[in-house]
């Protein structure tokens, strides 16, 4: 248990559905990310919250739709998702402190296959 | 373009040896460095980070930093095959994006 609960962990969605992810983090922290596990490719950092400010990946694809209602809190809004988008969408938060970022501590994960 | 290159794997160590995972790094502006260790259908969880050249210890975790070379390695003593697992070196650059490499799988065999 890392204190980040992501929902739901498993989602099967056809390329005209519309489907969210949750991710809900319990450590008190200030700084809440998206990113995307495939296979044979490493982590991709898809969107970053902190202190309500956002910055993003800008090779995100705008089928892929963020929303951080508060610092706990964390959406991915999916639409229109093509097959090539399944994978394992991951939810980390971390602390960021003066001028830097602790280490971030990440969700179980939400295994996402497009058909 | 950030680069970060690690060995895919699998690195095969029998039990009880020591397993050496390596990592470079393209980018000079890398102030800190963390491994990660990501079992099979779970989630990354930190095993170590390190932020000034030289080597640190903690338990059977050693990991080493050489920022002239951008090389950084984590050493296993005393392999478990609990440590079984996908290893992901992550830097970071800037105050908060860590890149992470595709890991180096690690099978320790009985």
Same mark, same amino acid.
């Given at each position: 248990?890392?204190?980040?609960?992501?929902?739901?962990?498993?989602?099967?969605?056809?390329?005209?559905?519309?489907?969210?992810?949750?991710?809900?983090?319990?450590?008190?922290?200030? =700084?809440? *990310?998206?990113?995307?596990? /495939?296979?044979?490719?490493?982590?991709?950092?898809?969107?970053?919250?902190?202190? +309500?400010?956002?910055?993003?990946?800008?090779?995100?694809?705008?089928?892929?739709?963020?929303?951080?209602?508060?610092?706990?809190?964390?959406?991915?809004?999916?639409?229109?998702?093509?097959?090539?988008?399944? =994978?394992? *969408?991951?939810?980390?938060? /971390?602390?960021?402190?003066?001028?830097?970022?602790?280490?971030?501590?990440?969700? +179980?994960?939400?295994?996402?296959?497009?058909? | 373009?950030?680069?970060?290159?690690?060995?895919?794997?699998?690195?095969?160590?029998?039990?009880?040896?020591?397993?050496?995972?390596?990592?470079?790094?393209?980018?000079?502006?890398?102030?800190?460095?963390?491994?990660?260790?990501?079992?099979?259908?779970?989630?990354?969880?930190?095993?170590?980070?390190?932020?000034?050249?030289?080597?640190?210890?903690?338990?059977?975790?050693?990991?080493?930093?050489?920022?002239?070379?951008?090389?950084?390695?984590?050493?296993?003593?005393?392999?478990?095959?609990?440590?079984?697992?996908?290893?992901?070196?992550?830097?970071?650059?800037?105050?908060?994006?860590?890149?992470?490499?595709?890991?180096?799988?690690?099978?320790?065999?009985?």
């Amino acid at each position: 248990e890392t204190g980040v609960t992501q929902t739901p962990r498993h989602l099967v969605m056809g390329m005209t559905n519309k489907k969210s992810l949750k991710c809900e983090q319990h450590l008190g922290h200030n =700084a809440m *990310y998206w990113y995307k596990q /495939s296979a044979k490719k490493p982590l991709e950092l898809m969107f970053v919250y902190s202190l +309500e400010e956002r910055v993003e990946n800008n090779s995100v694809p705008s089928r892929f739709s963020p929303e951080c209602p508060n610092s706990s809190h964390l959406f991915l809004h999916l639409h229109t998702l093509q097959p090539e988008d399944s =994978a394992l *969408y991951l939810c980390a938060s /971390s602390q960021r402190e003066t001028s830097a970022y602790r280490e971030l501590f990440f969700g +179980e994960g939400s295994r996402l296959t497009v058909l | 373009q950030k680069e970060v290159e690690q060995n895919s794997g699998p690195l095969s160590v029998p039990e009880g040896a020591i397993a050496s995972l390596n990592c470079t790094y393209s980018d000079r502006g890398s102030q800190s460095f963390f491994w990660y260790r990501q079992y099979s259908g779970k989630s990354p969880e930190l095993i170590m980070f390190i932020y000034s050249n030289g080597d640190k210890e903690d338990g059977r975790f050693t990991a080493q930093l050489n920022k002239a070379s951008q090389y950084v390695s984590l050493l296993i003593r005393d392999s478990q095959p609990s440590d079984s697992a996908t290893y992901l070196c992550a830097p970071r650059a800037g105050s908060y994006q860590l890149t992470f490499g595709k890991g180096t799988k690690l099978s320790v065999i009985p």
